[in-house]
């Protein structure tokens, strides 16, 4: 990163946390889009906004999210329940400000993560109406009858021939595995790592997603949503580039989004557009 580049940067990330010493999840995306634009690496981009934000004493929304999620994984993923200490204990960690910090994470946007993150990942609460231990009673037992039902349907439409043209069916171990993997793609597109750097991007989670599930039976809906995104992103910086003259950063744009492996007749259209076809 060149010293003109560094001092952009570093004036862009001040001025976004100058007056509330907070940054947005939705703020830092649109600083590292517009640091990608001008061709400074992921990396970079990130030390730079960590540098600032100890400088100035500020937060990162984000990086807040990430540790009430690891924290709400650690207190929920061997029973499935959030009870009230473990949420209060959660929320303290993340909320209060940290040494060295003006603020912590916005109650609003803790609450907001917290009822998803119970919601997404099946988690009950103990601070919801209802949320003790006997409210999910029926409705398991009704899903284990459920189970058994179709598990009973399915060997006796099975049992007796082939299975030629039949998707191959997932374990709950795969969905697990999934479920993690979107979980961190979703996140690196949040980051606006889409493809780089190669190992920590949204697209290796989402190519670790078609080798667990390469029929795509399993939240293909969810994928095709984050895949579209991507690229739909990188179109936009590509039309960005071709409007400041540069065309060989244009025509880089569009050649990261046809790594993702979707909507290539939309991109290829792009290319034309643009007056980049070829390069």
């Not at 919601?119 to 003790?132: D, K, L, S, Y």
């Not at 007796?160 to 479920?179: L, T, V």
């Amino acid at each position: 990163m060149n010293s003109n580049d560094r001092a952009w940067l570093d004036n862009r990330v001040h001025a976004a946390v100058d007056d509330d010493f907070y940054l947005d999840r939705d703020e830092e995306k649109r600083i590292k889009e517009e640091a990608s634009s001008r061709g400074i690496a992921i990396r970079d981009i990130e030390l730079v906004i960590r540098e600032e934000l100890q400088k100035t004493e500020s937060i990162s929304e984000r990086q807040l999210l990430d540790d009430l999620d690891r924290l709400l994984h650690q207190f929920t993923d061997d029973d499935k329940f959030l009870d009230r200490k473990e949420e209060r204990d959660a929320f303290d960690q993340v909320v209060r400000a940290a040494p060295g910090k003006r603020k912590g994470l916005d109650p609003r946007v803790a609450e907001e993560y917290v009822t998803s993150f119970c919601r997404v990942n099946g988690i009950r609460r103990q601070t919801e109406p209802g949320g003790g231990t006997n409210r999910m009673l029926l409705p398991l037992l009704g899903a284990l009858l459920l189970i058994v039902l179709v598990g009973a349907f399915l060997v006796a439409r099975g049992g007796g021939g082939s299975s030629g043209g039949r998707h191959a069916a997932i374990s709950q171990a795969d969905k697990d595995e999934i479920d993690g993997h979107l979980r961190r793609a979703t996140d690196y597109v949040e980051r606006a790592q889409y493809t780089d750097p190669p190992e920590r991007s949204a697209k290796a989670e989402l190519d670790a997603v078609k080798r667990a599930d390469p029929d795509g039976t399993y939240r293909k809906d969810e994928v095709a949503g984050l895949q579209h995104k991507i690229v739909d992103h990188y179109i936009a910086l590509a039309q960005e580039s071709a409007r400041d003259g540069e065309k060989d950063a244009a025509a880089q744009w569009l050649g990261r989004a046809r790594l993702i492996g979707v909507d290539a007749e939309q991109i290829d259209q792009k290319s034309r557009e643009l007056g980049i076809e070829g390069r």
